[in-house]
Structures are given as C-alpha cells and as structure tokens.
C-alpha cells in the first residue's frame, strides 16, 4: 500500500514538474505579447460591465464584415492567416509604446503565470481526448463507430439547418463569452439548477413506477 502511494507520489511530482516546465517555455515564448494578454484576459473575464456588450459588438460587426464582402474560403484563410502574421510581427514592437513604460508587477507576472498554465492544462486537455478517443477504438471500436458516426450525423444535420456564417457566430461569441460566465459563476448556477430538475424528474419517474 505504501509502496502504490509512493509511486502515484512519484508520477504525480514528475507531471507537476512537467507542467512547470511547459508553462515556463510558453511565459518565454509569449513574453512580448504580455500586456496585450492581460489585457484581454480582464476583457474575457468581464471585468468592467460593459465588457461583454463589447465583445458582443466587436463579434457581430466582425461577421457582418465577413457577411457583407462574402469572401471565399481561399481568400477568408489568407486574410486570416496574414493578420496573425502582422499581429505576431507588430504586437511586440508596438505594445510598449501603448501600454507605456509601465513596471511589470508582481501581480501582473503572477496572473500572466495562470494564464500560461492553463493554457498548457487545456492543451493537455485536448491531446487527452484525442489520446482517449484513440484508446476506444482499439478496446471498443464499435462502441468508437457508433459514436463517431451518430456525432458527425447530428453536425451535419445542424450545419443543414443553420447557416453556416450564423452557425459559426454563434460559436465564436459563446467562445469569448464563456471566460466571464464562468468567472461570474453563471454557468454553475445554471447547470445546478439543470441538475436538480433533471433529478426532480428522475424522482418523479420512480415514484411512478412504484
């Protein structure tokens, strides 16, 4: 017994380490943008009250934009693409002229830490379905087929009944929306109360095939 706790003890400091390691490859790499993640990061987490409705008005006029030229997917991705090209060119260089010769606090460094790590935790998060989803193919592949097929199945058929420039809208806006929602606990408080009443109907069922 002591001996299993030791070795779980083991794995579990070296994925820690790991995990610190990583985070600190990507707060190095992401140094230069730093003000401009913060910056955003008080965005997403509704800091001020007027936050989300711009989020929202930056979103809508974004896709109205895209809807109204109506480019082609060729065009589309190589605007894209070109702007993160800029972006990635132009953001060290011209943030400290925006943001001013501010110090770096420790505050600041302690917040851009959290932002590196989850985003190294949410890339494990990613690779770990992945990895999973690989996994049931090999031990369960019909389990894997029928769940795969039913999922693309009921994709395709959202994608038919929605546009997909609106589709994708209201993806990206639900995507920049859910930091603050969960910062502000609201997806907990609904997803609470979506428990209990599946559980009062549950309980309902019972009672009646008693």
């Known amino acids: 017994m002591a001996e299993g706790s030791t070795v779980t003890a083991v794995v579990d400091n070296k994925s820690a380490n790991l995990l610190a390691q990583e985070t ?16 955003g990061d008080q965005v997403l987490r509704w800091e001020r009250p007027w936050f989300p409705g711009a989020l929202m008005g930056a979103a809508t006029l974004l896709f ?3 809807y109204y030229l109506d480019p082609s997917v060729l065009t589309g991705l190589s605007c894209a693409v070109m702007l993160l090209c800029l972006a990635d060119y ?3 260089t011209l943030a400290p002229r925006i943001f001013g010769d501010n110090k770096w606090t420790s505050e600041q460094q302690q917040r851009f830490h959290e932002i590196c790590g989850n985003l190294v935790k949410t890339q494990r998060r990613v690779f770990g379905w992945w990895t999973r989803l690989f996994t049931l193919k090999e031990e369960k592949p019909k389990m894997y087929f029928a769940s795969v097929i039913s999922t693309l199945l009921a994709v395709a058929w959202i994608g038919q009944q929605v546009h997909n420039l609106f589709l994708t809208y209201l993806i990206v806006s639900f995507l920049l929306l859910l930091p603050g929602l969960n910062q502000h606990g609201i997806i907990t408080k609904y997803a609470g109360m979506a428990k209990r009443e599946i559980n009062k109907l549950l309980k309902q069922k019972e009672k009646k095939n008693e």
């Open 64 to 66: 109205m934009m895209i």
């Open 24 to 39: 600190a490859q990507l707060e190095e790499q992401l140094q230069g943008w730093g003000e401009v993640i913060l910056a």
């Open 90 to 92: 132009l953001v060290p």
